[in-house]
């Protein structure tokens, strides 16, 4: 596909672009207008990759839209992936004695929860109705009889993540432990579901630490040959804070929160009903526009 491109460099650069909230939509769509600007990036030069909290499995259909074939950021930066080979490059897991103590912790705390590892997401029947809500990372969700014994639990590469769901006073406690039980090994957040069928209910997130958006595109922008002042990234939410703190240019989409739109260079009118930021973004830092 040809496209009426306008470009201010020759220069080689990099695109990190976030997935839900800005690509997609809330139904977990592309919107046309983005996806044709990142056709139009990629065919003047410029590098593109996916930075998303999503596992490679939820990611991999969007990849393959727009042709990407390097390397993409799944898990906030836990695993990077080669678009192109599906191969992982780079996976942070918890593994061995700390997931041992993870599942412990957890298991004290009975709560809905999911496991997540060999690119899909284990539970079991307390996290039946919350499928909906994990299906957004993944759509290769696996049941078993008990997600404590979840043949995930013994992945070599380890646990990507587990989310756990639950009334807040037990998420908490949960979390308190963990910090106690794993102080460096794993990096958790709690948060409160804002959608759907279960407002109200608050989740919590573990993975391995030292992996993050930031560290990931670090990590992409090194192996590409591509300076962290010549990257742009464009996303909607805390996780991508770590993106915005090490890319030279940052977009914050319009419906993203105040201390998310703080912390980016710019700040995009377009919101993720409507569509746009991203090609917003690539006009404004790149010239490239497609309309």
């Known amino acids: 596909m040809a496209f009426d491109v306008t470009r201010v460099s020759t220069k080689p650069r990099l695109l990190g672009v976030d997935l839900d909230g800005t690509l997609l939509d809330r139904n977990g769509q592309p919107h046309f207008r983005d996806v044709r600007a990142i056709l139009a990036a990629l065919e003047a030069g410029v590098l593109v990759s996916i930075f998303t909290g999503r596992l490679y499995s939820g990611t991999r259909a969007v990849a393959d839209l727009l042709g990407l ?32 103590k993870l599942r412990s912790v957890l298991g004290r705390a009975r709560l809905a929860m999911f496991v997540f590892a060999k690119d899909a997401i284990g539970h079991d029947s307390l996290g039946m109705p919350f499928i909906g809500y994990v299906s957004t990372w993944s759509n290769d969700v696996r049941m078993a009889t008990d997600v404590l014994d979840h043949e995930f639990w013994r992945a070599e590469d380890g646990i990507t993540a587990v989310v756990a769901l639950g009334p807040r006073e037990q998420i908490v406690r949960a979390v308190d432990e963990i910090v106690a039980e794993l102080p460096r090994a794993v990096m958790v957040a709690m948060f409160p579901l804002r959608r759907g069928p279960h ?68 700040v995009l009118a377009e919101t993720t009903e409507e569509g746009g930021g991203v090609a917003r973004a690539v006009a404004e830092a790149f010239g490239i526009t497609t309309d």
């Open 199 to 266: 407002v109200g209910t608050w989740a919590l997130i573990v993975r391995a630490a030292g992996g993050t958006k930031g560290t990931a595109l670090r990590w992409i922008a090194q192996n590409a040959g591509v300076q962290l002042a010549d990257t742009v990234c464009v996303g909607d939410w805390v996780n991508d804070l770590p993106m915005f703190e090490v890319a030279g240019r940052s977009f914050a989409m319009g419906q993203a929160p105040d201390e998310v739109k703080s912390k980016a260079t710019d």
């Open 69 to 100: 074939t390097g390397a993409v950021a799944c898990a906030d930066g836990s695993h990077l992936v080669q678009a192109g080979s599906h191969a992982t490059l780079l996976h942070l897991g918890v593994r061995g004695g700390d997931a041992a």
